[in-house]
């Protein structure tokens, strides 16, 4: 008898694949971008990546964690402050518990370490991306259907639309290093792979667990806003471009706000 999946399965597996595919595609860059223009493309990068999280934590898990709050009304915030506080602590927990360096960064952060620059790396973007993945895994599980203008397909949009310059952030610093231009693309794309897995993976406790669905959003969304203010947005600052950051960030939130009004 062959397993049948819900509908939210297979739109947390379309949205993961999805996301996944554009970081690979922005990882595919390397082939065709110079290496002098590494540094502030990263910039750019990372300050459109924060910008389109931050908006995407506020109208695609945030709102909808309130919306689906069963809650009475003075305890309706309940699931949604305590989920957010949970997702922060979960990323802190990772964070501290895991060896990496940031893209940017000149030393690497967590326990010491005898792991290689590429590895610490590597580490880094993998942990960032996690949020991304639970972000499109928990959004499809709260998803009615499968309509282009559902809030699971809007959310992986605006993701994936990030995704694809923060895969050539991701590659281009390998390559820069002195790294082979196939073996930084196949790093790059690699770091993303993380994002169906914790989708699908979210997905699944959250069928199990419908009733806490405000609580997986909030979670979701604090994990979102931990990597985008403890990491994103200050090194999006951090080359003495500090007006190019901030630009790139609020360009990121604009059209994560303009997608989710219009196909929303």
Known sequence: MPIEFSDTFKLACYSGLFIFMCTSLGAS????????????????????SA???LAASIFSLIIPAIENSSYESSYKMVPVIGGFILGILF?????KSMPHLHVLAKSPEGP?????K????????????????????VSAATSADLTLTSSAAILALGIGIQN?????????????????RMKSFL???????????????????????????????????????????????PQSHDLGNSDKG???VLTGFILMMFLDVTLG
Request: hydrophobic fraction near 60%; charged fraction near 10%.
């Open 118 to 137: 590429h590895t610490l790396l590597f580490l880094a973007i993998t942990i960032h991306n996690i949020p991304e993945g639970m972000a499109v895994g």
């Open 246 to 248: 901030t630009i790139a």
């Open 164 to 180: 694809i310059p923060e895969g050539a952030a991701v590659s281009m610093p390998y390559f820069a290093d002195g790294m082979s």
């Open 51 to 53: 910008g389109i999280m």
């Open 91 to 95: 990323l802190i927990a990772i964070d």
């Open 187 to 233: 790093l790059g794309s690699l770091s993303g792979a993380v994002e169906p897995a914790a989708a699908i993976l979210v997905v699944l406790l959250a069928d199990l667990v419908a009733p806490l669905l405000p609580w997986f959003l909030s979670f979701a969304a604090g994990a979102m806003m931990y990597v985008v203010i403890e990491e994103l947005i």
């Open 29 to 48: 860059f390397v082939f065709i971008l110079l290496k002098h223009k590494n540094r502030i493309y990263t910039q750019l990068s990372l300050g459109f």
């Open 112 to 116: 010491k370490s005898s792991l290689s």
